[in-house]
């Protein structure tokens, strides 16, 4: 048995870490676009600022795209509720009011997480330090993740967990690619070029694919092999089949605990089926940016759904 | 009169708890001194700092009120134990136990016939009156026969074998957590000193409330009682204890908007729907437990819970109503009530407490502003008060405004000698104030006084207000066994 409120504090709580864990990842790999000087810097946090949801926060507050401001806002501004130290606070919080769904270690990796990345990320950031700090994060949050399959039960409030982290990370890759789809494109006249290169690398390494990218295919990319092994690959990690499968395995975990279906596991599934029968040249076909723009709807209206069905809210 | 008085004030010389007046190390500290001159303080120190880094880690903090930015802080914690002997101790639990019995006694007679007020030894002002007295309670009959579940009776030492009361905190007393977290901190960081000395555990404290919940469960409860901790919210400043109670009892912790009445019962909101609860540890004033029968603009608690209750469809523990007990005006009546309850003459004494609702005391207490500690009616947390001896002119000035305008919110009490215990100062170990909270379970067929408790220190030099709220610290407090 467990509180609707319980849940909806675990399933925000590790969609707001695999967030912050995400956000820093891509800030890392706009930091290296910037530093290759074959784009503009400024295009390059336009179209980061874009994929993290926080261009128009940005802006309110900031004239020009410029490395050192758009690392600072995407990773300590309190301004900003997508940088990564905000959204490890808010996780933290939502740890704090789920603390008897926690074991000691879950608790303890994600207060202690918290405090330094604080400490961390309490005065700017120097250029020189950012590397360490990327890593700090992913550090940070690997430990929560670590603890959570150490010594948590693998109950419902293990499902919760997993589904938050899934719902969020589908959202994220998609974003990614949304952001990039063009350089994926077939048709686009760069093709080959050295600029194309650096543009399919940014995006596998915003997706942390870029090694098990280039172990599968030998160094050798192509773009459409690039958006296949990031929409319907099923080994990686980070697909969006790999998601939705995923998100389909907890659904049904919770069906059979509690011996009930909901409408969000029909949705659930559909999305799996979809993504099962199709294949990377009819996603082209009908268009990349239009499959994507759909996927993070119906993705978001999954999250809905669930949020409904196992009453996060009154 | 004169005698106690004159011991009581802040001029005498505080009892040191762990060295006589000539240097010699007490019996009960015996153990630990000895312990302690083989121990180099820069290490102590060290583990200090440890002590720190672990209570920060595991999230042992507390909300300030107001403070925004560092809003959660650590109590400081003093590594140096408050040692009470088993024969100290015996008396302290015969004395609790008899003022417990004699709270749940007096709360029953006060909501049904009030025999002590037709026997003229307490005046019926003091109830009419009285904010908290809950006229929705009259009448009826708490599960089990248990007003106050968890009582946590403060104690204040000013000599060798005088213990006084000071409150009796029978509405929602807070602190247990640290109680434990304490022992477990020395346990961790001094596991030696354990096995040299007998200490009695604490850590069973959670199953004993949770016996104590259970048993008390409503008419409504058929099978094992399903119990919740009802807590205001991650905001509140207890709640990290919420938390850890709910964890260390298995219990649900629940907030107001989890909960509503469903099928005459109260019940929560789960994942797969809405489930009774049969006993809720609430830890939310009366005032904001039922918006339809107390504050309607709270958003604590739940619409409708005092007729399921008064209908026998949950327990609250503790009752509504039983601050009527614990306010300070009633606490100077303690004496009468235990003798009236128990027909005996109380274990424990009372500090002497004059009323300033009453013409002689008012004038007594307005000639001795200097002298005395002044507080409110229904204060707690060490704020609004005035202590005579540490106050400036124009604060003694500022509070006789307030004083003369609204005499009957106020009692005042001689500055107490509190007692002293040893903390680790930078220049060794330096005498600080300090007091005691143990805690007591009610249930229906016995009391159970854990054998410790919460001893809150006056982390600076002189100081006499021990409150966390004040900058105040604990301290692990042993009380050793019988051997």
């Known amino acids: 048995m467990m509180l609707g409120r319980t849940a909806c504090g675990l399933y925000w709580m590790f969609r707001q870490l695999e967030r912050s864990e995400n956000t820093a990842r891509l800030v890392e790999a706009g930091f290296r676009m910037a530093l290759t000087r074959s784009v503009s810097a400024s295009s390059e946090w336009d179209s980061v600022m874009t994929t993290a949801g926080c261009r128009d926060a940005y802006l309110d507050s900031h004239a020009r795209f410029e490395t050192d401001t758009a690392i600072d806002f995407l990773m300590r501004s309190k301004d900003n509720p997508a940088s990564v130290l905000t959204l490890f606070a808010n996780a933290r919080q939502n740890a704090r009011q789920v603390r008897t769904a926690l074991t000691r270690e879950v608790w303890e990796a994600v207060n202690e997480g918290w405090m330094t990345l604080r ?36 109950d419902d409030i293990f499902n919760y967990a997993r589904l938050g982290t899934f719902i969020e990370r589908a959202d994220n890759t ?42 599968l295919h030998g160094g050798d990319s192509k773009p459409s092999e690039i958006a296949d092994f990031l929409i319907l690959d099923r080994r990686m990690p980070r697909s969006l089949y790999y998601c939705c499968c995923e998100v389909v395995d907890n659904l049904a975990a919770l ?24 294949t990377i040249d009819e996603i082209f076909e009908a268009g990349l940016h239009e499959f994507i723009a759909d996927f993070l709807v119906r993705n978001n209206a999954l999250g809905s759904q669930i949020e409904t069905d196992y009453r996060f809210y009154e | 009169m004169c005698m106690r008085q004159a011991k009581l004030l802040g001029a005498c010389v505080a009892f040191n708890e762990m060295k006589d007046d000539t240097g010699a190390v007490r019996e009960p500290y015996e153990g630990y001194a000895q312990w302690f001159d083989g121990y180099a303080s820069a290490d102590l120190r060290r583990k200090a700092r440890e002590a720190e880094t672990f209570f920060r880690r595991t999230g042992i903090t507390f909300n300030v009120y107001g403070a ?43 909501y049904h016939k009030q025999e002590i007020i037709r026997a003229g030894r307490i005046p019926l002002s003091l109830i009419e009156n009285n904010d908290a007295f809950l006229p929705q309670m009259i009448g009826v009959e708490p599960p ?41 901190t020395m346990l961790r960081m001094f596991p030696e000193l354990f096995s040299r000395i007998p200490v009695h ?14 048993r008390s469960a409503p008419a409504a409860c058929h099978g094992r009682p399903t119990v919740a901790v009802l807590t205001p919210g991650v905001h509140n400043s207890a709640y990290f204890e919420h938390a850890f109670l709910a964890d260390q009892m298995g219990a649900e912790l629940v907030e107001g908007h989890d909960l509503r009445v469903v099928d005459g019962r109260v019940a929560m909101r ?79 004494q009372n500090v002497p407490t004059w009323r300033c609702s009453e013409p002689d005391g008012l004038a007594y207490v307005l000639d001795h502003l200097g002298e005395l500690v002044v507080k409110e009616v229904h204060g707690s947390g060490g704020y609004g008060m005035l202590v005579g001896p540490a106050a400036s002119k124009a604060e003694i000035a500022a509070f006789r405004k307030k004083l003369t305008a609204r005499p009957a919110n106020y009692i005042a009490q001689p500055t107490l000698a509190l007692s002293t215990v040893p903390v680790l100062a930078r220049s060794g170990l330096a005498p600080r104030h300090v007091d005691l909270r143990p805690f007591v379970l009610v249930s229906p067929d016995r009391i159970d006084i854990t054998p410790g408790g919460l001893t809150r220190v006056a982390m600076k030099k002189g100081s006499l207000v021990v409150n966390s709220s004040q900058g105040g610290g604990t301290k692990d407090t042993w009380i050793l066994e019988d051997r």
């Open chain 1, 174 to 215: 998609a974003r990614i690619l949304d952001v990039k789809y063009y350089v994926l494109l077939p048709a686009t006249s760069y093709v080959g070029s050295s600029l194309d290169n650096v543009q399919w690398e940014t995006v596998l390494r915003s997706a942390s694919a870029d090694r098990s990218y280039h172990w």
């Open chain 2, 270 to 348: 789960t994942t797969q729907g809405f489930t009774p609860i049969d006993v809720i540890y609430r830890r939310v004033d009366d005032d904001f437990l039922d918006p339809l029968n107390f504050r309607p603009d709270s958003m604590l608690g739940v619409p409708g819970i005092m007729d399921i209750y008064r209908a026998g469809g949950i327990t609250i523990a503790n009752a509504p109503g039983t601050g009527v007990a614990d306010d300070k005006a009633v606490y100077s009546y303690m004496p009468e009530i235990v003798e009236f309850y128990t027909g005996k003459p109380p274990i424990l």
């Open chain 1, 255 to 278: 069906a059979r605990l509690y011996d009930v279906r909901k409408p969000s596991h029909d949705m659930a599934e559909e999305a799996q089926a979809r993504l099962n029968r199709t």
């Open chain 2, 68 to 110: 925004s930015e560092a809003d959660e802080r650590l109590i400081p914690f003093d590594l140096v134990p408050r040692i009470i002997s088993a024969r100290e101790w015996a008396r302290l639990e015969r004395g609790i136990e008899q003022r417990v019995r004699a709270i749940n006694a007096f709360l029953h007679d006060l």
């Open chain 1, 119 to 154: 400490d961390a990320l309490a005065r700017p950031v120097r250029i020189a330090e950012l590397p360490g700090l990327i890593s700090t994060v992913r550090q940070q949050s690997a430990l929560v993740r670590g603890m959570l399959y150490g010594t948590m039960l693998q």
């Open chain 2, 144 to 184: 089990g026969g248990v007003y106050t579940h968890v009582v946590g009776t403060d104690l204040v030492r000013t000599g060798e074998n005088e213990f006084f009361v000071l409150e009796d905190n029978a509405r929602t007393p807070s602190g247990v957590s640290y109680m434990i977290e304490n022992r477990e």
């Open chain 2, 201 to 214: 555990p604490v850590g069973d404290y959670p199953t004993n409330l949770r016996r104590a919940l259970t």
